[in-house]
């Protein structure tokens, strides 16, 4: 399974929760006349979670995809610390089951 498969189940799994969740677009674009990367705006999130959503209770999460052996860059560690300092939940999840914990904590 790519993380993209792992993204798209977790995301199916939310929405028939009825939990309020959405994919980030963090990638950057590529600009095909000018023939490079759009600078990411200075505000935009370094290491912001493949998923954002808003658990039943109110609180927000961000999840972060991982598949096989693949790990958490510097700066989505960086992200996790930021959220967590902010009472948010931050799950690293390589299986859905490292989701659906969480949901019935945050009901």
């Avoid at 993209?4 to 939310?14: F, K, R």
């Avoid at 028939?16 to 990367?37: L, V």
């Avoid at 999840?63 to 992200?79: L, Y």
Wanted: aromatic share 12%.
């Amino acid at each position: 399974m790519s993380e993209s498969q792992l993204v798209n189940l977790i995301l199916e799994g939310l929405a028939f929760r009825n939990i309020f969740a959405w994919r980030s677009n963090n990638t950057p674009i590529f600009d095909a006349g000018k023939k490079c990367f759009r600078k990411q705006h200075r505000y935009a999130a370094k290491g912001l979670a493949d998923i954002c959503l808003v658990f039943p209770n109110g609180i927000a999460g961000f999840i972060e995809c991982k598949v096989g052996s693949n790990k958490q860059t510097q700066d989505q560690r960086d992200f996790e610390a930021k959220v967590k300092k902010n009472n948010g939940i931050y799950i690293l999840a390589y299986k859905w089951e490292d989701v659906e914990k969480y949901i019935n904590i945050a009901r």
